[in-house]
């Protein structure tokens, strides 16, 4: 009995859980599950359209090419700047000198002074022998006696200047014309040499000669001899120092986008 009434127990038990599960799925109001609808036929498929062109790529630009890498310098050099200032000094010395000169005259008898002024070449080669005559007679250059005509048939004043470097003096040549033969002789040089004179009829009036030879006279003169002396100084004075690189020959350097190549004195 005790067996029975515990399966029965057991039965009731199972049975009142499926009525109380039954009930409270139909309390609960579950829905059933809903049919699945059906897949729609697929929608068709637009066409591709037709691909646009692509535009062709531009050309690529020119690239620059890559900085030349910059040599390295050879040579560098520093000078130092100068300014050189010249300056010119004159230097003015007064040398006090004496001087011998001796004077004497003559006359050429029988020659027109008007009519050998006129004749020019005649009166040039006229100067010119006198000359000649008076300094061999007393032996110095020609250089060293003076002649000046007057009126008088010709009056013939002369001067003679010794050179200070030689060896004839003032006095030496005063004692020559102090002499009587020696002026003598050179009267008759004086008349000699003149008659040669081409065209000398010309101004000729009669027989020609030599008379009135004066005694000599000396006077020392005193000269003021002016030297003058240039000096030129140079004055450098340091202005500053440069510095500069040279280049060994024939580097290329990049210049404004391009390549250049230029040779620079090493």
Do not use: H
């Amino acid at each position: 009995q005790d067996s029975r009434g515990a399966c029965a127990t057991s039965a009731e038990q199972a049975s009142f859980a499926a009525t109380t599960a039954t009930t409270t799925g139909a309390a609960s109001g579950s829905p059933s599950p809903s049919p699945t609808p059906p897949s729609p036929s697929p929608s068709p498929t637009p066409p591709t359209p037709s691909p646009t062109p692509t535009p062709p790529s531009p050309s690529p630009s020119p690239t620059a090419p890559s900085p030349y890498p910059t040599p390295d310098e050879s040579t560098t050099s520093t000078t130092s700047m100068t300014t050189t200032t010249s300056m010119t000094t004159t230097t003015t010395t007064v040398t006090p000198q004496t001087q011998e000169k001796v004077s004497f005259s003559l006359v050429v008898k029988n020659v027109s002074y008007e009519q050998l002024m006129a004749l020019v070449d005649l009166l040039a080669q006229f100067l010119a022998k006198l000359r000649a005559v008076i300094a061999q007679a007393v032996g110095v250059p020609v250089d060293s006696v003076e002649i000046m005509l007057s009126a008088g048939s010709v009056k013939v004043e002369s001067t003679i200047t010794p050179p200070a470097s030689g060896n004839v003096t003032g006095a030496n040549v005063t004692a020559t014309l102090s002499d009587g033969s020696k002026t003598a002789a050179l009267a008759t040089s004086v008349v000699n040499e003149v008659k040669t004179l081409p065209n000398i009829s010309q101004a000729a009036t009669g027989n020609i000669t030599v008379e009135d030879i004066s005694i000599p006279e000396l006077v020392v003169v005193t000269l003021t001899v002016t030297t003058t002396s240039t000096t030129t100084t140079k004055t450098t004075t340091p202005k500053g120092i440069a510095s500069s690189s040279l280049l060994s020959a024939s580097r290329p350097r990049w210049l404004l986008g391009g390549w250049i190549c230029f040779t620079v004195a090493a």
